[in-house]
């Protein structure tokens, strides 16, 4: 049995701080599912993750853009994706599953609704699960066991200095 921990907030992090549980759980000998949501291009931590034994990374094969830049078709596509992930990572027999930016995923309605809360919901049953993201959505914070939020005080951005490799991505 396992618990349901969201890392949320507006703050930089959420994704690093479920790297990190990631990582502590493989080095426990843990089978762990990281899924990324909205995020196809190259990110220097999934070159990392992939060399560590007991770590599966499930992601689109393709970058598609923001959200209010997707085509009709586009959207209908990583719809699809999103599915299909989804449910290879609630039955690979994995201990841990991480859905990084799900939370945007199933706020702007890119993946099954209905069938994504059955899948979290009932994933605590065999797996420890992770939400990642901005908002999430209430239904899943009253469910949660762990909320972390992770506000930001300041960032470079406000400066105007971009992303940078090995920081942000």
């Known amino acids: 049995m396992g618990l349901l921990h969201i890392y949320c907030g507006n703050g930089k992090g959420k994704t690093t701080a479920s790297l990190g549980l990631a990582i502590r759980a493989a080095g426990a000998g843990m089978k762990v599912c990281f ?21 599966t990374v499930l992601r689109c094969d393709r970058q598609y853009p923001f959200f209010r830049n997707m085509t009709p078709e586009e959207k209908n ?10 449910q290879k990572a609630f039955s690979g027999g994995f201990d841990m599953v991480i859905l990084d930016e799900f ?3 199933y706020r702007y309605g890119l993946m099954n609704r209905e069938r994504a809360q059955e899948l979290v919901l009932h994933g605590v049953d065999t797996a420890e699960v992770v939400l990642t993201g901005r908002d999430p959505d209430k239904l899943f914070v009253e469910a ?3 909320v972390s939020e992770i506000k930001c005080v300041k960032h470079p951005y406000q400066k105007g200095i971009p992303a940078r ?4 991505y």
Request: with cysteine; charged share 25%.
């Open 165 to 168: 490799k090995g920081i942000e």
């Open 103 to 105: 939370n945007c995923a």
């Open 144 to 146: 949660a066991d762990y």
């Open 35 to 55: 899924l990324q949501f909205m995020k196809g291009g190259e990110t220097a931590e999934l070159n990392t993750l992939r060399l560590i034994p007991g770590i």
């Open 77 to 86: 596509d990583i719809t699809k994706c999103h599915d299909d992930l989804l």
